[in-house]
């Protein structure tokens, strides 16, 4: 069974930073894209950073030249280092993949969040 694991989260200062973490474990055979999304209170779902499996980046244009997305392929992890954070950032964070198990032909995964506060 493959799982999301999403870690990093937590409280910090509007101009600090924090790096999260998504780390996919079971019987995987390839991950195509990862990325993250996010949810604020009161807001839908939205799209914050994506990579692909050869390290294409795309980035959401409120978060561009302040998140940093990257991927180890080996640890099956993916990153986000989230510089600059302004109140507007804080949501629950949500890690995705698409993933090629064992025993299925390709699906979409999410993480179960991870919270990011941004408050002085």
């Known amino acids: 069974q493959v799982q999301l694991v999403e870690s990093g989260g937590g409280l910090v200062q509007p101009g600090g930073s924090l790096r999260l973490s998504c780390a996919a474990s079971?019987?995987?055979?390839?991950?195509?894209?990862m990325g993250w999304y996010r949810r604020a209170p009161g807001k839908q779902r939205e799209l914050v950073a994506t990579?692909?499996?050869?390290?294409?980046?795309n980035y959401a244009d409120s978060v561009k030249g302040r998140f940093t997305i990257s991927r180890d392929n080996a640890k099956n992890t993916a990153y986000l280092q989230m510089n600059s954070l302004k109140p507007e950032d804080a949501a629950v964070y949500y890690c995705?993949?698409?993933?090629?198990?064992?025993?299925?032909?390709?699906?979409?995964?999410w993480g179960r969040g991870t919270q990011v506060t941004v408050s002085s």
């Open positions: 990579v692909t499996s050869v390290g294409s980046t």
């Open positions: 995705y993949a698409f993933i090629t198990s064992n025993t299925r032909l390709g699906g979409d995964y």
């Open positions: 079971g019987s995987i055979f390839s991950i195509g894209v």
